[in-house]
């Protein structure tokens, strides 16, 4: 990966370590993920020992550490949406993915109303809208 870009980022930063979530959001729109080479970088230039950076980089599911596809599928888990099979619709679309997205389960969506709700890059819908979406990737 091309580092300079991380290092243009840190500078923004001043070396503040309460900057680092927003550092994580710079990044993740950068590289699409967080790469460990950045990490790194981000653990020596803020003074935070690594193991907090990969522990908030991990607390939050905002943040991938490893590279997505283009797109992003995410099946709400939370409680509405698992009593609507959520489960059964995600397992639909693990058979579907052919590498055009990734997919997720997912905490709460905050789309109840349309349980079980499917986030297709950062859209939210339920199931058939969602299929629908994902055929037009």
Same mark, same amino acid.
């Given at each position: 990966?091309?580092?300079?870009?991380?290092?243009?980022?840190?500078?923004?930063?001043?070396?503040?370590?309460?900057?680092?979530?927003?550092?994580?959001?710079?990044?993740?729109?950068?590289?699409?993920?967080?790469?460990?080479?950045?990490?790194?970088?981000?653990?020596?230039?803020?003074?935070?020992?690594?193991?907090?950076?990969?522990?908030?980089?991990?607390?939050?599911?905002?943040?991938?550490?490893?590279?997505?596809?283009?797109?992003?599928?995410?099946? @709400?888990?939370?409680?509405? @949406?698992?009593?609507?099979?959520?489960?059964?619709?995600?397992?639909?679309?693990?058979?579907?993915?052919?590498?055009?997205?990734?997919?997720?389960?997912?905490? @709460?969506?905050?789309?109840?109303?349309? *349980?079980?709700?499917?986030?297709?890059?950062?859209? @939210?819908?339920?199931?058939?809208?969602?299929?629908?979406?994902? *055929?037009?990737?």
């Amino acid at each position: 990966i091309d580092l300079s870009k991380v290092d243009a980022i840190l500078s923004a930063h001043q070396k503040n370590p309460e900057e680092l979530l927003s550092v994580f959001h710079e990044l993740q729109r950068e590289y699409g993920h967080l790469p460990k080479a950045a990490l790194d970088k981000v653990s020596a230039y803020l003074a935070l020992p690594l193991s907090r950076v990969y522990r908030v980089a991990t607390s939050y599911q905002a943040f991938c550490l490893a590279p997505q596809a283009k797109h992003r599928v995410k099946v @709400c888990n939370g409680l509405a @949406c698992f009593l609507q099979h959520s489960d059964t619709v995600y397992e639909e679309l693990e058979r579907l993915s052919d590498g055009r997205f990734s997919l997720e389960k997912t905490r @709460c969506l905050g789309c109840c109303g349309v *349980a079980p709700a499917i986030a297709v890059d950062d859209e @939210c819908g339920d199931s058939a809208w969602a299929r629908e979406k994902i *055929a037009k990737l």
